[in-house]
């Protein structure tokens, strides 16, 4: 049961342009998506986050939009460039009541490529 | 700040051999978590704890055990290695349970 879905494995951008990842939720009761960037042989590193009760959180380059009445949420990269070649997760979080210590269920992933 | 740190980088083991994980962190952490990787796949979750001297399973806590007896250190023990134990492995901490994570760079284990 796969509650947060990256449905595309791989996304190719050139560089300048905007690249869009999308990911996809099933548990209502998740209140809290943070998007991570993993490059090869490091560990994932945070990149934007998103409560639920916005729609929308901007840092820089990297936007996050948050639709909760189709469980679906999206990273823009605009302008994508090469040093963003990088596997990005999805990962969702239930924060209301305390008792979820900060546990993240993760989606699958998806492998951006920007090309010079 | 080292942040959070794992050892070994890699690892080989045979069916039936038992092994520590090491993590640590440095910025006095709570919370710390144990995830596996496999590949195509997303995190998941096998243990965490919310203190020293405190733990509970996650989502795959079967095959593994943990302990914490310092704030700093959450090693992740493997009894009777299975070749469904090969992963990738991360370790990762974060304040007092918020979501944000800080993530050690993985430890790469097959299990032959």
């Known amino acids: 049961d796969q509650q947060v879905k990256q449905n595309s494995p791989s996304l190719s951008v050139q560089e300048g342009r905007i690249s869009i990842l999308n990911c996809d939720y099933t548990?209502?009761?998740?209140?809290?998506f943070l998007w991570y960037k993993k490059y090869p042989a490091e560990g994932p590193t945070f990149l934007i986050s998103?409560?639920?009760?916005?729609d929308k959180n901007e840092d820089g380059r990297f936007t996050v939009f948050l639709n909760k009445s189709a469980k679906h949420l999206s990273l823009h990269i605009v302008p994508s460039q090469p040093g963003d070649s990088a596997v990005y997760f999805c990962?969702?979080?239930?924060?209301?009541?305390?008792?979820?210590?900060?546990?993240?269920?993760f989606g699958q992933g998806t492998i951006l490529t920007v090309h010079p | 700040n080292a942040g959070v740190t794992q050892t070994p980088k890699f690892r080989i083991l045979k069916i039936g051999q038992s092994m520590t994980l090491q993590c640590a962190q440095d910025m006095n952490h709570n919370y710390m978590y144990w995830y596996r990787q496999d590949p195509g796949m997303g995190l998941k979750l096998i243990y965490y704890?919310?203190?020293?001297?405190?733990?509970d399973k996650g989502e795959v806590p079967n095959g593994y055990n943990v302990s914490r007896s310092t704030t700093e250190d959450f090693p992740l023990r493997l009894e009777l290695a299975a070749p469904s134990q090969t992963s990738v492995y991360f370790c990762?901490?974060?304040?007092?349970?918020?979501?944000?994570?800080?993530f050690g760079p993985g430890t790469r284990l097959t299990v032959l």
């Open positions: 704890s919310v203190g020293a001297g405190i733990t």
């Open positions: 990962a969702a979080s239930s924060l209301a009541g305390g008792t979820s210590y900060g546990k993240l269920t």
């Open positions: 998103i409560s639920s009760i916005k």
């Open positions: 990762a901490s974060s304040r007092s349970g918020g979501p944000e994570q800080f």
């Open positions: 548990n209502s009761m998740f209140d809290y």
